[in-house]
Structure formats: C-alpha cells, structure tokens
C-alpha cells in the first residue's frame, strides 16, 4: 500500500485546519445575511419570477451547480424552480466575447431574459470581474434584486450595491477558500429554497 511522503500530511492538515477556520469566521459574519438572501430568493421564486447566476471559472461552475439543483432537486422533493447559469452557453459566450467584448458575456443575457423582479446572483472571488459587474449594473437598471457572493475587500462589485442588494463576503484572502465557502453558502441557500416549497 503507497504511503504518502511525511511532507504531505502536515499540508493536508493545514488546509484542513484553514477550511475549518475560514467556515467558523463565514458563520459567524455571514449566517444572518445569508437567511435574509435565501428568503428574498424563496420570495422571488414564490413570485413566478426567475434566478439568474453568472461567475467565472470556478464561479461558472458554481453557478451552474446551483441552477441544476433548482431546475432539478436538492434533497427534497418540489416542483423544478427556475434558474438559468449564464455560463453554460458556449455559442451565446464566444459570439458576444468575439462581436462586442468579454465584460458583455453576461450583460446581455442579463437585458435579454432579465424582467423586473427576477434576480441574479453574481459570483466573484475578489469583486473585480468586469464581466459580473456589468452584469450587476444592467440587473440594477433593470429591476432585478441582487444577490453577490464576494471575498476578501468585495472590490468594485461591492461599491456598485444599493442598500436592497445584498452581498455575502466571505472574511478571508484566499481564492480557494472563498470557493470553499461560496458552495456551502449556495447549499444553505437551496436547503431553505427546499424548505419553503416542501411547506407548499
């Protein structure tokens, strides 16, 4: 049987430890706004209305994560709800990144099945991706409510929030572990999404 080097297992126990480290401070800071962006997301899928998620690369892969455990089912049984990851179209991205520019990739599927009372989720590690914030500004002009998921300072993506959007920063510096806690906060989200409806 392969042992691992003796090297290895201090690293492993280290990322372990910041994980656990990093989820302790995002409950802490997060747990009370986190219910408040599950229940006005239930609220909006109460409504008729539709979740728009967009992110890049480790986001992306959030984002439609999230959308399949809507559109199908997270641990309980209720109706699909819908939600649409604006990252899955490869078409719709490299036609809008090769015609206009890359920071459009999420703007205009934003202006196009965005309606007053829908809302998005924008995923950003550092709050400094042009292409979510140009997503949020449109949602904004549009009527939608704002749910960011951020880290570290929440960059440019935090300054652009009014006070009825609602951002969700994770309080730590590393990419990795903001991911980390971006997931679990989506969970938390689809688990009280599964409970408004199991109670309908």
Do not use: W
């Not at 539709?50 to 890049?56: D, E, F, T, Y």
């Amino acid at each position: 049987m392969h042992k691992p080097s003796p090297l290895i297992d201090p690293v492993v126990e280290r990322l372990f430890e910041q994980h656990l480290e990093t989820c302790r401070r995002t409950r802490s800071a997060l747990a009370g706004p986190v219910a408040r962006a599950a229940s006005q997301l239930a609220t909006t899928l109460t409504a008729g209305r539709k979740i728009l998620i967009c992110g890049n690369g480790g986001s992306a892969a959030d984002a439609q994560h999230f959308s399949a455990e809507l559109l199908n089912r997270f641990e309980s049984e209720r109706r699909p709800l819908p939600a649409i990851a604006l990252t899955t179209d490869t078409s719709t991205l490299t036609s809008i990144a090769n015609d206009y520019a890359y920071q459009e990739v999420f703007a205009k599927p934003v202006r196009a099945l965005g309606q007053p009372g829908d809302a998005l989720i924008a995923l950003s590690t550092s709050g400094r991706s042009a292409n979510v914030n140009a997503a949020v500004r449109v949602a904004q002009e549009m009527g939608l409510g704002i749910v960011a998921l951020t880290g570290r300072d929440g960059g440019a993506l935090a300054a652009l929030l009014r006070p009825e959007d609602t951002e969700l920063r994770v309080p730590d510096p590393s990419t990795a572990r903001i991911q980390e806690m971006h997931i679990l906060i989506l969970h938390v989200i689809c688990a009280v999404i599964d409970h408004h409806f199991a109670a309908r």
